[in-house]
């Protein structure tokens, strides 16, 4: 492992982008001196961070694996615990893992004209100590949300319940919840993964949620893939079963946005096949807003809907109206007993790892800023982040705005150029980064992150059909871009 403290490139985060980067970085130039940073002790980010019952990947694997390393796993549904291990895997494979340095947590990037590079604080998580590296470009692949903590609401008389609270987020691995009563507080993809498995040991598991969310199923194994990858060279097979399931996972999207109605129908009987004859869905499973306004939750093998039918799993429509000592009180006068409540309540959201951003000693409102082709930020010299879709996988974005990445500093290394700009021409109206999803995680963090643009290059199409055109094709000189 280098120590050196000057880098060509400084990538932030070592998670499932971090690792797309270096890949990318490191097979394109493999004279570039680079880094990672990682705040925690191993790689991997969310599939290292999370231990709650059950974790897995809330959408396919097919296009959450990495496009230059095909996921080969027998599962479309992907358990977190494999997932690690893939991108565990990858980075050795590629060498990525001898080039993380752990327990790095970065606080402050200066960028400085004058010296046409970045200076960058650096907080070792182990010691509290600090050091400074510098670097010619930065590639923050730190995701958006807070890995300290979770969000949790501030109930009335949460400190009088006597039994356990867990936040999925800081799951302890010692809990025994055999034969107990448990409650987990939310409706979002971490409850509905949770639920089922925990319901296996569970005496009886609640799901107490305030509003529905749109559920759908999906085979956990697809046996077209399966086939596919049976009668097709590996390399044929998953560039064939990556293209089914992009354009199943967009085109769907498409479909609930242009038809929410017929949409709101299809999730409907979809769910009632695996559902109980007497549950009642409209008051538990239909959301008061249209598919796709906010994320839908996928459930591999119906599972969700199986553990209701099985009556291990029960799920309360309600507000609360406070804790008990022995439970929730709810505002239409129920009350639900509990041993273990987990708050499945979702994301605390940040901006590039919390990082405070200054550019010659003026520090960036980053709620402020406009993003250049969702990748790089105005004003912000030699600077690109990663943020993967909201309505597809992930990795889709990532393996983009990576290969535009390389394409960017290929231009700059035959130009001889320094320094690259993203500058606005005229005004620009602001509109949502993730394209008008009406998540609590997102409302929470309105002016924290950066916004997009109503015109091109700052406005988001949120459609990989159309980013794969406009970012492996467009000219990278596009005269928004500023080099010298």
Same mark, same amino acid.
């Given at each position: ?10 990538? !932030?985060?070592?998670?499932? %982008? ?46 959450? =694996? ?34 993380? @340095? ?166 409907? @009987? ?107 930020? %105005? ?8 943020? =993967? ?16 990445? !390389? @394409? ?77």
């Amino acid at each position: 492992m280098t120590d050196a403290t000057h880098l060509d490139v400084l990538i !932030v985060g070592a998670g499932l %982008s971090g690792i797309d980067a270096a890949v990318h970085i490191s097979q394109a130039f493999p004279s570039k001196n680079y880094a990672l940073l990682e705040q925690r002790s191993e790689l991997g980010g969310t599939w290292s961070l999370f231990k709650y019952p059950g974790i897995r990947s809330d959408s396919d694997m097919y296009t959450l =694996g990495f496009g230059f390393r095909p996921w080969t796993g027998k599962d479309a549904i992907g358990d977190g615990a494999d997932i690690l291990q893939y991108l565990k895997e990858t980075a050795t494979e590629y060498g990525v893992d001898q080039k993380i @340095r752990y327990n790095r947590k970065a606080t402050k990037y200066s960028w400085s004209t004058e010296d046409k590079r970045w200076t960058v604080t650096v907080e070792n998580t182990e010691t509290g100590a600090t050091e400074t590296l510098t670097a010619s470009f930065l590639f923050s692949t730190s995701g958006y949300y807070n890995y300290d903590a979770g969000y949790t609401p501030d109930w009335p008389g949460f400190q009088d319940f006597k039994g356990q609270v867990i936040h999925p987020q800081a799951w302890p691995e010692d809990l025994d919840y055999t034969g107990k009563r448990v409650v987990v507080i939310g409706s979002g993809a971490t409850a509905v993964t949770l639920i089922p498995s925990m319901a296996r040991e569970a005496g009886h598991v609640t799901m107490l949620q305030r509003t529905p969310t749109w559920i759908v199923s999906q085979p956990k194994i697809d046996p077209v893939a399966q086939t596919l990858k049976k009668t097709l060279p590996a390399a044929v097979a998953a560039k064939a079963i990556h293209a089914r399931y992009a354009a199943i996972t967009i085109g769907f999207y498409e479909f609930c946005i242009r038809n929410p109605r017929a949409a709101r129908a299809i999730l409907k @009987r979809w769910a009632k096949i695996h559902l109980p004859k007497d549950f009642d869905y409209d008051t538990h499973l239909t959301a008061p807003y249209d598919p796709w306004q906010q994320r839908l939750c996928v459930v591999p093998g119906a599972d969700l809907f199986k553990a209701i039918h099985s009556h291990k799993v029960d799920i309360v429509t309600d507000h609360i109206e406070q804790f008990t000592e022995t439970g929730i009180l709810l505002k239409s006068g129920k009350v639900l007993e509990a041993d273990i409540v987990v708050t499945a309540t979702g994301l605390d959201v940040v901006a590039m790892g919390k990082a405070e951003i200054e550019v010659d000693g003026e520090k960036v409102d980053l709620g402020k800023s406009f993003t250049y082709k969702a990748l790089m930020l %105005s004003d912000i010299p030699n600077f690109a982040f990663v943020i =993967g879709y909201s309505n597809a996988s992930w990795t889709l974005k990532a393996d983009l705005v990576c290969q535009y990445v !390389v @394409r960017l500093l290929e231009h700059m290394d035959e130009t001889n150029t320094a320094v690259v700009t993203p500058r606005i021409n005229g005004e620009l109206e602001p509109q949502q980064l993730f394209g008008g999803l009406q998540s609590g995680y997102l409302a929470r963090a309105e002016g924290k992150l950066p916004v997009a643009g109503d015109r091109d290059p700052w406005r988001l199409k949120h459609n990989w059909y159309f980013d794969k055109k406009f970012l492996r094709k467009s000219k990278v000189d596009d005269g928004v871009l500023e080099f010298h």
